[in-house]
């Protein structure tokens, strides 16, 4: 029997093997091994600078709570929650305003919820105003520097328009010394 193949077609038949299960064994195992170790190390080193980021803000914690005492009071007596809720309400109308949200009911309620240093005093809002209005009042209530937060939000569509009526419950949290 006559051999199939010569010494130098064997030779070139096993490198090129070699070569496709390298080519294999590297795409199928080692190069997700390289990505997935690539993109923790980017994931730690963005941790790392918001750690370092956070704990520069611990370190400024009471120089930070002076500036916003002073800026959450700085229209009257801190002791008078009748000004801190006035300036909530203020701000409410302002944000509404510049996002283009009609309010056609706001109801305070000056009870406080809580105990101790940090209590909660809550606002009943009825507006009305299109999908994208509320978007951007809701995100600048959720980023106003007054403490505000939603608690509760219910929309709902007019009949034969594109406005939407909203209902909010608007939660001010307000620090006591």
């Known amino acids: 029997m006559k051999k199939l193949l010569t010494k130098r077609e064997r030779f070139f038949v096993y490198i090129t093997a070699s070569a496709v299960i390298f080519t294999i064994s590297y795409n199928t195992v080692i190069e ?10 980017i994931e730690i080193s963005s941790k790392e600078i ?3 980021k956070y704990k520069e803000l ?3 914690g009471d120089q930070l709570q002076k500036i916003y005492k002073k800026y959450l009071f700085s229209e009257g007596n801190p002791a008078d929650i009748q000004d801190t809720f006035l300036g909530a309400l203020r ?3 302002k944000l509404a305003g510049a996002s283009g949200v009609v309010i056609l009911d706001i109801r305070p309620d000056q009870r406080r919820k809580g105990k101790g240093e940090l209590s ?3 606002i009943e809002l009825k507006s009305e105003g299109t999908l994208k209005n509320y978007l951007t009042f809701i995100y600048k209530i959720e980023n106003t520097p007054s403490l505000l937060k939603i608690n509760k939000l219910q929309l709902g569509s ?3 328009s594109e406005l939407l009526e909203g209902r ?4 001010q949290i307000l620090i006591s010394d």
């Open 58 to 60: 611990l370190g400024q």
């Open 168 to 171: 909010f419950t608007i939660g």
């Open 50 to 52: 918001k750690l370092k």
């Open 32 to 41: 997700p091994l390289v990505d997935k170790d690539r993109d923790l190390n």
């Open 91 to 93: 701000e409410l109308e």
């Open 158 to 160: 007019k009949t034969n």
């Open 120 to 122: 909660e005093s809550t």
